[in-house]
């Protein structure tokens, strides 16, 4: 992409709710964040949003790749386990499955996968500081 070219940007504005959690707002959505020190099952906390946004940011490509490319599914369900490291602290390894409902031939399968990697914006943001492994394959 050059320099001219139009580029997004994007803006989200967190605050600070309580001493249990906080909220997200973008465009006309919100989103409860658990930013509790002690933690809250109802709310994802920043690595669970981290593995979230890389959980949609397949699914988006795949959505975006599939009339490109002709290819017909049912459905997709992307399984994402990430392993965080305390010192210092980061994800360290995150691995995903993606699973395809679809009658599309095994190479078909590996092309959608391999435009899932090449052309993810938070993939490819996550992909040079993680060790980021993962399949795609036909759900069963």
Known sequence: MS???TKLSFTVIARRVDAH??????KDAEIA????LGG???????????????SACMIKGIERVTPILKFQ?????????????DVPPRMESIDYEILVDSDESEQRLA????NVRKYGTVFNTVAPGTELTGVLRRAK
């Open 3 to 5: 320099d001219n070219a």
């Open 21 to 26: 959690g906080s909220a997200a707002r973008c």
């Open 33 to 36: 964040l658990d930013t509790d």
């Open 40 to 54: 809250r099952p109802d709310a994802f906390n920043p690595a669970e949003l981290l593995l979230a946004a890389l």
């Open 73 to 85: 599914l049912r459905g997709v369900e992307v399984r994402v386990h990430g392993v965080r490291q």
């Open 111 to 114: 092309l959608l996968h391999d």
